[in-house]
């Protein structure tokens, strides 16, 4: 059974760098689908950020692209968010998620309970 | 604003069917596969249909989805009061170059 979980600080100072770690187990990244990373800021709704295919090639919202860095690390079977500049509008529920699709993503057919980041000096 | 256009709401009795709209454009659900999602109170989503139509293993076929033109629909029937969540709809938008959703539908069983 695939589960992933979500890591990483809960307070994340304005202008600064928001890191997230999403640890999966039950599966091999290496062995294919997308990996990647859904927002929900407080009683909102979702909002995708973006996605890295097992062999490294990403896909970014436009929205957020000029901020956001996902990495992939095999060794650790993990996969990273990095999202720099946040403002208050970044506080959110932050799922990460495992995507099926071909060229692009379709859909997010496993995710993580989901971890929470407040954004605030 | 959403790129997916849903209703806020819809309410049923147990046991009764209901429907939640999904509306888009030819640049995503027109020419892309939709999925649909279940968020639970204070849960992560959930996939319930994926590819238009299709249900995960696991998923009752109390749960339908379709497709048409750029439009999509999601079905539930013999509604239960562990139906109430948020649904959520998704796809591909191929001018965006994003995965985007809906807003959202709010679904409460009377």
């Known amino acids: 059974q695939v589960q992933l979980r979500e890591s990483g600080p809960g307070l994340v100072k304005p202008s600064e760098t928001l890191s997230l770690t999403c640890a999966v187990s039950?599966?091999?990244?290496?062995?294919?689908?997308?990996w990647g990373w859904i927002r929900q800021p407080p009683g909102k709704g979702l909002e995708w950020i973006g996605n890295?295919?097992?062999?490294?090639?990403?896909y970014y919202n436009p929205s957020l692209k000029s901020r956001v860095t996902i990495s992939v690390d095999t060794s650790e079977n993990q996969f990273s968010l990095k999202l720099s500049s946040v403002t208050a509008a970044d506080t959110a529920v932050y799922y990460c998620a495992r995507l099926e699709g071909t060229y692009h993503p379709y859909y997010m057919d496993v995710w993580g309970k989901g971890t929470t980041v407040t954004v605030s000096s | 604003q959403s790129v997916l256009t849903q209703p806020p709401s819809v309410s049923a009795a147990p046991g009764q069917k209901v429907t939640i709209s999904c509306s888009g454009s030819s640049s995503n659900i027109g020419n892309n596969y939709v999925s649909w999602y279940q968020q639970l109170p204070g849960t992560a989503p959930k996939l319930l249909i994926y590819?238009?139509?299709k249900r995960p293993s696991g998923i009752p076929d109390r749960f339908s989805g379709s497709k048409s033109a750029t439009s999509a629909t999601l079905g539930i029937t013999g509604l239960q009061t562990g139906d109430e969540a948020d649904y959520y709809c998704g796809t591909w938008d191929s001018s965006l170059s994003a995965l985007v959703f809906g807003g959202g539908t709010k679904l409460t069983v009377l």
């Open positions: 039950g599966y091999s990244i290496s062995s294919g689908y997308f």
């Open positions: 890295i295919y097992h062999s490294g090639s990403t």
């Open positions: 590819d238009n139509n």
